[in-house]
């Protein structure tokens, strides 16, 4: 079983910015990708960002340009720098990993970040 933990969640006021974590519990060799989903309140899961293996990215329209997604190999770990953030960026931020194996995925239980006006 892998193991997702997330941190860095909080409230900010709106042009703030925070700094998400996930590490997981496996080596960065057995992992295809890792990325962010939101969800917020009475939308459905969606995807914010994500990196591959070899380091390629990928991100939603909404946050191009503000959001920033990295991953530190020898730490099992991706972050997501969010800068200028919006109240409709208010979302519980979800980390996935996808596994070489069998592309399975494995979710953490998320971390909410909330957003003033």
């Known amino acids: 079983q892998v193991q997702v933990e997330e941190s860095g969640g909080g409230l900010v006021q709106a042009g703030g910015s925070l700094r998400l974590s996930c590490a997981a519990s496996?080596?960065?060799?057995?992992?295809?990708?890792m990325g962010w989903y939101r969800q917020g309140p009475g939308k459905q899961r969606e995807l914010v960002a994500d990196?591959?293996?070899?380091?390629?990215?990928n991100y939603a329209e909404f946050v191009k340009g503000r959001f920033t997604i990295s991953r530190d190999n020898a730490k099992n770990t991706v972050y997501l720098q969010m800068n200028s953030l919006k109240p409709e960026d208010t979302a519980v931020y979800y980390c996935?990993?996808?596994?070489?194996?069998?592309?399975?995925?494995?979710w953490g239980q998320g971390t909410q970040v909330t957003v003033s006006s």
């Open positions: 496996v080596s960065i060799l057995s992992i295809k990708a």
């Open positions: 990196i591959s293996r070899g380091g390629n990215t």
């Open positions: 996935n990993v996808m596994m070489v194996i069998n592309n399975r995925r494995y």
